[in-house]
């Protein structure tokens, strides 16, 4: 039996973890500006409101795809939608020699971590071009929303 780097022996029977990226790509978008050219004409003090969300589907093998959802609303100052973005990141990747929690974790926060810049890119780059200053969305911390969410699972099984 071969020593690993930590000091631990492998367990017998167990597959090794293994974890790849296959492809990045947007699996969908959208930019709406309602209020143009309207917009342009007032004093640029946005409220800005992002939801996000993600899934995963098993393909074949130890293929998943993951994608990330983002919405971003950028509203006035009387609460109307000035430009509304939509966007689907996706990836595939390959990931296999988890338990089950493992897989879960991987697939509920590690991959939409990986999505995230790519998302947050495209969000900047359709705001642009819809004439509106840049915007620069914030990192998110996908490990305490995956924790967030499982505490709220465990809660509503008890109820």
């Not at 939608?81 to 974790?105: N, S, T, W």
């Not at 359709?126 to 924790?147: C, M, R």
Request: charged fraction near 20%.
């Amino acid at each position: 039996m071969s020593e690993m780097d930590n000091g631990t022996a492998p367990v017998e029977g167990q597959p090794e973890a293994q974890f790849a990226l296959q492809r990045i790509y947007l699996k969908d978008m959208s930019f709406e500006s309602p209020k143009a050219p309207e917009a342009f004409r007032q004093q640029w003090k946005p409220k800005i409101n992002m939801e996000l969300n993600s899934r995963n589907t098993a393909l074949e093998g130890d293929l998943y795809e993951v994608v990330l959802s983002l919405t971003i609303t950028a509203s006035n100052e009387e609460d109307e939608p000035v430009y509304l973005v939509e966007i689907q990141q996706a990836g595939i990747f390959m990931v296999k020699g988890l338990d089950p929690a493992a897989m879960q974790q991987t697939l509920g926060a590690f991959c939409p971590s990986v999505l995230f810049p790519y998302a947050r890119e495209v969000v900047d780059s359709l705001v642009i071009k819809g004439s509106f200053p840049p915007l620069i969305l914030a990192p998110v911390n996908f490990d305490a929303i995956y924790a967030e969410t499982m505490r709220q699972r465990e809660a509503q099984q008890q109820h």
